[in-house]
């Protein structure tokens, strides 16, 4: 028997130990089953889970929890990554603390305390995630630096470099001098900043007069080479081939003509900076113009700076501003907002500079990958990211693959000090493969860490090895992800597949929303407004967080997260236990409706509880009441609209399901029609025992997926013989039970018992006080004879003496109703209540509304307070507006009933 309270803190902790302990999740891929895989992004090693973590992990759960109940045989692919910048950065910052740096202890060092890191802190993501109930295959966890992925990764290397798609080279980059390394353009973080547009004058070289460029980086003309102007400009036929005096440095530049400069935007002149700006190298290439560097790798401006050598930027754009006020060079400054890009990981401004780096060729990889969606071989939800992912594709540029740090799969790459020979190899080579020199040096450098995760639907099933794993369960079926790495691995893993597979690497992607608090506001730790998942699940339990984030997550929608939110869950927790305590101590006759059919294994049994529900009582096949067939009608049709919700990826829909059918018509109606059968001894009680405990088995299995410890608990206790829920191979509810009819029937029966009920509430007729009810129907419809078998339940539910139902019954004087489709209910309040009192009571309350409605309405009329006040207060505001007003209504055609 279930505790009397429920404590989920002990329910979590047991079903965790009894799932890992049966290796409950683990896939066979010897299995006759249908397949379904799904793999984990897999989170940083060094992470920790957060609410935006729980949210794409559990509808990963749920998804695969569910298919397993629909008897697939479910990977869920476990592992980690080893977050090369990430990681790297955060054992520097504890080496710095000890005194010591990645120099300091040389390569191989540095990587021992790299891999004790990663061992030290694979366990606390590990166990959050089994906190929160995620049913991995943990049999099978990879880890993005384990010797397979390695292999997998240097074979992939090896291919696109004998496709010649790989290439070695100095250009722009974008470099992170705090990470002290270069990174990809989908690695940047663009962020709006106020800054200044200052306008400087160029004079000319013999001084007749000069050109005025507008830049927001003036300590980069240090290392300017040429203006340029637009050919359409035109000031340009006369300025082509000007030579310019550069500010500061007395150095000559010439004016060039370039179709990338924008006449209309600041002067229209443009200073070209091939060294430190993107579209400067693009313009200085076309042009043979040599770059000039001026700012170093740490972001400090070097010695062909002059004077202002040694200074970091900030430093550098205050001294060269003051210069050039002092030698007359600055003409204006305006105040400009723009762009600036930041390293995603550490949050260090990006600077474009000229380095040596791999890059990966992508126009031929993309061109597949993004065929397959736009044929539909791979489709998003929401739709729109399809549409991102195809812009992104058919604007893709080349991947800068090659990282300056040390934590991740080294470049496969040798160079001969003999013969400079380029060695990529499958193998460590001992000598040159051109002059067998034994004096051969590997890159410094590693690979991007997105190089070995785009790899992740097949690497961590064997490839290149053609293993078994990588027969049944690839391509995997769904990608769950955020809509904020769709370029660095969605779009790569399409990619991949298709190059080295053959095939798609899944056929749907779901991208979830962004996790906002409720002020709309991204969670940050900044913002301090990040709550800490265990803390949550700790104070509420698992499931009360999982539902709450399923329930406040709209498809293509961010969720609004709040706390207080999570009390929700709970509240519904404690109605499903309280609920299935009741059910639990009903008496079944000694049926055992969930044992598994004869010569089947519990596990893989296809148990269908409502076809045995008549045949398992003996004698009993005949008590069964129209309740009992009701309730098992709606379990079965719920369960069909749960399914389709879940297909289309509307989580919060199938919640909303579940929860209604179980609150509102499993226990709100079914369980109180039929307390009386459960009082009674002989075999309607049974059978009503029986039915109850049905329903209940598949409310478990819906709800499951969403709340798997809880359901997990009462399943458990519904039968010695019921196997685990988790590992349950749930063929569905035969056919032929449903009852759209008597569902129709038992509607219009609701209808009436809630229309009595808030007529008395309205009226405030006391709870135990029977009044009469007139039932009027539509002439014709047949209607007296379909609510025939309700009678005695509308009475008993309504608290109704007398109760007349017939074809168009008129509605005797002073009586409250209310009207439905096809029928009207009239209850008479003669002798009920005091209509006289009653009409100046509601007449009153009508008039403050009307004062209240009418205030108000002024004020949210008044632009400047919808213009001024802070938007929860003007919302409030409309609340008040529309509650008042509907309270004003109803009112009012209560009084019409008073007449």
Same mark, same amino acid.
């Given at each position: ?306 004077? !202002? ?272 305590? !009741? ?78 059918? !179980? ?126 078998? !309700? ?109």
């Amino acid at each position: 028997m279930l505790e009397k309270v429920y404590n989920p803190a002990e329910i979590d902790g047991k079903w965790s130990a009894a799932w890992q302990r049966e290796s409950i999740f683990d896939a066979d891929a010897s299995s006759p089953r249908p397949p379904y895989s799904i793999v984990l992004p897999p989170p940083n090693v060094t992470g920790q889970l957060t609410v935006g973590h729980a949210l794409g992990t559990t509808v990963q759960d749920i998804l695969v929890r569910w298919k397993r109940l629909k008897g697939y045989n479910v990977l869920w692919l476990s592992g980690s990554d080893h977050a090369g910048i990430a990681t790297q950065n955060v054992v520097e910052r504890y080496l710095e603390k000890e005194g010591l740096s990645r120099e300091s202890l040389g390569r191989e060092k540095f990587l021992e305390e790299c891999w004790k890191w990663k061992d030290k802190y694979h366990d606390r993501i590990v166990a959050q995630l089994g906190r929160l109930g995620a049913s991995l295959d943990w049999s099978r966890e990879v880890f993005t630096l384990d010797p397979g992925v390695s292999r997998a990764v240097r074979e992939v290397f090896v291919r696109l470099y004998e496709k010649k798609l790989l290439y070695r080279g100095s250009y722009i980059v974008n470099w992170c001098p705090s990470c002290a390394t270069a990174i990809s353009d989908e690695e940047v973080e663009f962020r709006e900043e106020n800054s200044k547009l200052y306008h400087v004058a160029y004079p000319f070289a013999d001084g007749s007069g000069e050109v005025v460029v507008g830049t927001t980086r003036p300590e980069t003309m240090l290392g300017d080479v040429a203006v340029a102007m637009s050919p359409s400009d035109d000031r340009a036929p006369a300025m082509e081939g000007v030579e310019l005096i550069l500010p500061l440095t007395g150095r000559t530049i010439p004016v060039i003509l370039d179709d990338a400069v924008d006449p209309s935007f600041g002067t229209g002149c443009l200073k070209v900076t091939p060294a430190h700006d993107a579209t400067d190298f693009g313009i200085g290439l076309r042009h043979g113009l040599e770059p000039f560097i001026v700012i170093d790798r740490a972001g400090r401006m070097n010695e062909n700076a002059g004077e !202002f050598a040694g200074m970091g930027l900030a430093e550098a754009r205050e001294a060269v501003l003051g210069r050039l006020a002092e030698g007359g060079y600055l003409r204006k400054t305006e105040d400009y907002l723009h762009s600036v890009g930041h390293h995603d990981r550490c949050g260090h401004v990006v600077e474009p500079a000229i380095s040596r780096q791999w890059f990966l060729r992508m126009e031929s990889l993309a061109a597949p990958a993004l065929e397959a969606v736009k044929s539909g071989e791979v489709s998003f939800f929401p739709e729109r990211w399809g549409n991102i992912y195809i812009d992104w594709m058919e604007n893709i540029r080349d991947w800068c693959v090659s990282r300056q740090i040390w934590w991740g799969h080294r470049i496969p790459v040798w160079y001969c000090a003999e013969c400079g020979t380029e060695i990529v190899s499958r193998e460590d080579p001992t000598l040159c493969s051109r002059c067998a020199s034994p004096d051969i040096v590997q890159d410094e450098d590693v690979l991007d860490t997105w190089f070995s995760s785009w790899l992740w639907t097949f690497s961590p099933l064997g490839w290149p090895d053609e293993t078994k794993d990588l027969k049944v369960f690839h391509p995997t079926d769904v990608l769950v992800t955020g809509g904020d790495i769709i370029f660095f691995w969605v779009a790569r893993m399409v990619m991949a597949s298709i190059e080295f597979m053959g095939e798609r690497p899944f056929s749907r992607v779901y991208i979830t929303g962004i996790v906002r608090d409720s002020k709309g506001r991204k969670m940050s730790k900044s913002l301090g407004n990040s709550p800490d998942p265990i803390d949550i699940m700790d104070r509420s339990g698992a499931d009360a967080f999982r539902f709450t984030l399923m329930m406040l997550s709209p498809p293509g929608q961010d969720l609004m997260f709040d706390e207080e939110k999570v009390e929700n869950g709970r509240h519904f927790a404690n109605k499903v236990w309280n609920a299935a305590r !009741f059910v639990l101590g009903q008496e079944t006759g000694g049926a055992d409706i969930f044992a598994p059919a004869p010569g089947r294994e519990a596990k893989e049994s296809p148990e269908r509880l409502f076809a045995s529900v008549y045949g398992r009582v003996p004698g009993c096949e005949s008590v069964f009441g129209w309740e009992d067939r009701w309730i098992v009608s709606r379990a079965v049709t719920r369960m069909a609209q749960y399914d389709n919700s879940l297909e289309g990826f509307r989580f919060d829909e199938a919640v909303r399901t579940v929860y209604d059918f !179980f609150w509102h018509e499993f226990c709100d109606w079914y369980l109180e029609l039929s307390k009386p059968a459960f009082r009674e001894t002989g075999p309607r009680g049974a059978g009503a025992a029986v039915t109850s405990r049905a329903v209940l088995g598949l409310s478990m299995i819906m709800l499951h997926p969403v709340m798997p410890f809880i359901s997990e608990e009462i399943w458990s206790m519904l039968s010695p013989n019921a196997p685990l829920l988790a590992g349950y191979s749930w063929g569905g509810p035969p056919e032929g039970l449903d009852d759209p009819k008597l569902d129709g029937d038992v509607d219009m029966f609701r209808e009436i018992v809630t229309s009595i009920r808030n007529l008395r509430q309205s009226f405030n007729i006391p709870h135990q006080r029977g009044v009469e009810a007139i039932i009027s129907c539509e002439r014709g419809r047949s209607i007296p004879e379909k609510l025939s078998p !309700f009678r005695a339940q509308i009475s008993s539910l309504a608290k109704v003496d007398r109760l007349v139902i017939g074809d168009d019954e008129p509605k005797p004087g002073g009586s409250a109703a209310a009207g439905h489709s096809m029928i009207d209910i009239y209850v008479p309040l003669g002798g009920i209540v005091d209509i006289e009192a009653e009409r100046k009571r509601l007449s009153k309350d009508r008039d403050k509304l009307a004062v209240e409605v009418e205030k108000i309405g002024r004020r949210l009329a008044d632009e400047g307070f919808t213009g001024r006040a802070p938007a929860d207060v003007v919302e409030r505001e409309r609340a008040r507006f529309d509650e008042m007003s509907d309270r004003k209504t109803r009112i009012e055609r209560i009084l019409e009933d008073l007449v």
